[in-house]
């Protein structure tokens, strides 16, 4: 199975841009890139997914890399309520997903 | 618009007793449904994922066992809780489709087990 990495957490101060990387070197040609992100004491939240080309939607763009090999969630100005964990999964093709870790992000005013 | 629905939101239980979760889906039909289970500061397990009545498959081996009894009737259940069951358990829905369909998930229960 394809897996991701993650950074364990990263920090961002109110206004600004963040980006949240992830690899994923052995992702397979059918393989669908989701973020979802989970605030505390709630359960995970849908953001952003894509397969090659970049998304954007009203919560975040989502750049991915020519090679498929590693993708970025730009989140374009953090608020204290983006703090969350960030999860980068593979699909599968099977509508499945396998969470990891994420990364935790802290927003600072 | 499509709700998902799970309880009880918080649970305290006794080693050794019987537990029956709950999860309902409205707004949709023939979702495909999932049970997952978050321990303390981890990630979420998937436990268990149906694309419908009756269709069950199981992700790891366990203390649950889920049915399905109804289209957006998901349920989890055990017949004697372990510690190791406290956790926090979540339903989850899609509307299918190989790749690229979105879950969507509902609030939660917390299971203390002692």
């Known amino acids: 199975d394809a897996k991701t990495t993650q950074p364990n957490s990263m920090e961002s101060n109110e206004e600004e841009p963040v980006h949240l990387p992830c690899n994923h070197s052995?992702?397979?040609?059918?393989?669908?890139i989701h973020w979802y992100r989970q605030l505390p004491s709630q359960g995970p939240e849908y953001v952003i997914h894509?397969?090659?080309s970049n998304v954007n939607n009203r919560m975040a763009s989502l750049a991915i890399a020519e090679d498929r090999k590693s993708s970025t969630l730009i989140l374009h100005r953090a608020t204290l309520r983006d703090a969350a964990v960030y999860y980068c999964?593979?699909?599968?093709?099977?509508?499945?997903?396998?969470f990891g870790t994420g990364t935790r992000l802290q927003v600072f005013p | 618009s499509q709700t998902i629905h799970q309880w009880p939101a918080t649970l305290v239980q006794p080693v050794g007793s019987p537990l029956s979760l709950e999860c309902t889906v409205e707004?949709?039909?023939?979702?495909?449904l999932y049970w997952y289970r978050q321990a303390a500061g981890r990630g979420l397990q998937l436990l268990f994922y149906?694309?419908?009545?009756?269709?069950i498959s199981s992700e790891v081996p366990q203390n649950l066992s889920a049915s399905r009894p109804q289209d957006r009737q998901f349920i989890l259940s055990s017949k004697k809780l372990l510690l190791s069951d406290s956790g926090f358990y979540l339903c989850?829905?899609?509307?299918?489709?190989?790749?690229?369909?979105?879950?969507?998930f509902g609030p939660g229960t917390r299971l203390l087990v002692l």
């Open positions: 989850a829905w899609s509307d299918g489709g190989t790749g690229g369909a979105t879950q969507y």
């Open positions: 894509g397969l090659t």
């Open positions: 707004g949709t039909s023939n979702p495909n």
């Open positions: 999964i593979l699909d599968y093709n099977t509508d499945k997903l396998i």
């Open positions: 149906s694309v419908g009545i009756g269709q």
């Open positions: 052995t992702i397979s040609g059918t393989d669908y």
